[in-house]
């Protein structure tokens, strides 16, 4: 079983940047895929972007051209780059996981909150 471990939120300004990071206790070099969701308050959590186990990414409309999300297999580690934050960006911040037979791993989540 995956555990995972997010990691760099916290509060920010409008137009400013974080990185989040994601650490799996176990090798995840060989098919699993990663992704980040958020849920904000009173909200559905939803997906902000995900990666393939060979590199192909996928986001949301919302985050297109401001996040970037990555991997490091060597390191067991996934990131999310957000740049030019929004008041709208402000959620918890989950990353999942999935491994080769469907099974979903989630970490705790972190706290992105974008205000001045």
């Known amino acids: 079983q995956v555990q995972l471990v997010e990691s760099g939120g916290g509060l920010v300004q409008p137009g400013g940047s974080l990185r989040l990071s994601c650490a799996a206790s176990?090798?995840?070099?060989?098919?699993?895929?990663m992704g980040w969701y958020r849920q904000a308050p009173g909200k559905q959590r939803e997906l902000v972007a995900s990666?393939?186990?060979?590199?192909?990414?996928h986001y949301a409309d919302s985050v297109k051209g401001r996040f970037t999300i990555s991997r490091d297999n060597a390191k067991k580690q996934g990131y999310l780059q957000m740049n030019s934050l929004k008041s709208e960006d402000t959620a918890v911040y989950y990353c999942?996981?999935?491994?080769?037979?469907?099974?979903?791993?989630w970490g705790q989540g972190t706290q992105v909150t974008v205000s001045s």
């Open positions: 999942k996981g999935w491994d080769p037979y469907g099974v979903d791993y």
């Open positions: 176990t090798s995840i070099s060989s098919g699993y895929g």
């Open positions: 990666i393939t186990s060979l590199g192909f990414t």
